[in-house]
């Protein structure tokens, strides 16, 4: 099959890893990619803004780029781009009066598929370790993106492609469905509003104690990744006080049969301090320690297509292990 490759502006600018991840796990399978050139944004941003006129000549470069060349299907490793694709480039198209452009970009959009809904859909991908080679002996969360949920209505595609991964520990994220807070422009508008949804996200990926988070959207894992790499290096989160905070507590020997067991404690409504009130033993401290505030250092942000493209020959390293991590992410 002949897939064509839509980088996203984002992954190009940012994680140009992530498109050769993707290209690499195609190839792996037997496939012809290539890489319409001429390509740039889908206008996402714009859309976003309300920007329509502005919108319509990114629309129509993509539409442009991509039937130029011949191809079966195109792929993006990332929801958001390919959820505007669908739902908002026809719309835009028409509200301008381009009936024409409309009907392209429509067309352009129904062969576009996210990497998870492209591998398991289309390909028959359903076991990451088995079909790809696919090995990443690390402890994994993961963040599912606010598009690849609502829009694309991916389920659990993401999910079951990694926790197919030969050794890998996948580790349930509490609240995974609540934002991270980036949407985009929205991050930039209500600076106040998506810190602190990130804090409330950093805090949940840190109280699992996975190595890395992962997830299918560069843009979402450049937000989390950043709120991590603040935390370690500032030792707190910034932002207003949480809608909803998740502390790590441990149970007293009475509790489950003597064990002294750590458990995730969702609280709705708490606020940053909730975590110094006194405790049984009468205690307050000055400051949360990282177990009384669920916090762990270490966590790093990397996108699904470079765990599934991790094999034994050739494996995705971590931090632990010498990787670089700029920004919060994996390089």
């Not at 109280?207 to 997830?215: D, S």
């Not at 709120?227 to 290096?233: A, N, Y």
């Amino acid at each position: 099959m002949k897939i064509a490759l839509f980088a996203t502006c984002i992954v190009d600018g940012m994680y140009p890893e992530v498109a050769q991840a993707t290209v690499t796990i195609l190839r792996r399978l037997g496939h012809e990619v290539t890489f319409p050139s001429g390509q740039a944004c889908c206008g996402q941003m714009h859309i976003n803004s309300g920007k329509f006129e502005q919108a319509e000549p990114v629309i129509n470069n993509h539409v442009r780029a991509f039937t130029s060349t011949e191809w079966d299907v195109a792929v993006a490793p990332s929801a958001s781009c390919v959820a505007s694709l669908g739902h908002q480039q026809p719309m835009v198209a028409r509200r301008m009066g381009n009936e024409a452009l409309a009907t392209a970009a429509a067309d352009v959009a129904g062969r576009t598929y996210e990497l998870s809904q492209l591998l398991t859909d289309v390909l028959g991908v359903t076991d990451a370790a088995a079909d790809l080679g696919s090995y990443f002996p690390h402890s994994v969360t993961y963040h599912p993106s606010c598009h690849g949920m609502r829009l694309l209505r991916l389920g659990d595609r993401q999910s079951d492609l990694i926790r197919s991964v030969e050794d890998i520990e996948f580790i349930e994220l509490p609240l995974a469905d609540a934002c991270c807070g980036f949407g985009g422009t929205f991050s930039v508008k209500n600076p106040e509003v998506s810190s602190a949804m990130l804090a409330d996200k950093a805090r949940t990926i840190q109280a699992t104690g996975a190595e890395v988070c992962t997830g299918g959207d560069a843009s979402c894992l450049l937000h989390i990744g950043g709120g991590l790499s603040r935390f370690q290096r500032t030792g707190r989160f910034e932002g207003t006080p949480d809608v909803t905070a998740v502390h790590v507590k441990e149970t007293s020997a009475t509790d489950i049969g003597g064990d002294h067991t750590e458990h995730l404690t969702a609280v709705v409504g708490a606020d940053d301090d909730d975590h110094l009130t006194a405790g049984e033993h009468g205690t307050s401290p000055a400051e949360p320690s990282q177990m009384q505030s669920g916090l762990r250092v270490g966590a790093s942000t990397v996108h699904l297509a470079r765990i599934l493209a991790s094999t034994k020959e050739d494996p995705l390293r971590v931090q632990s292990e010498g990787a670089t991590v700029s920004g919060g992410s994996l390089r």
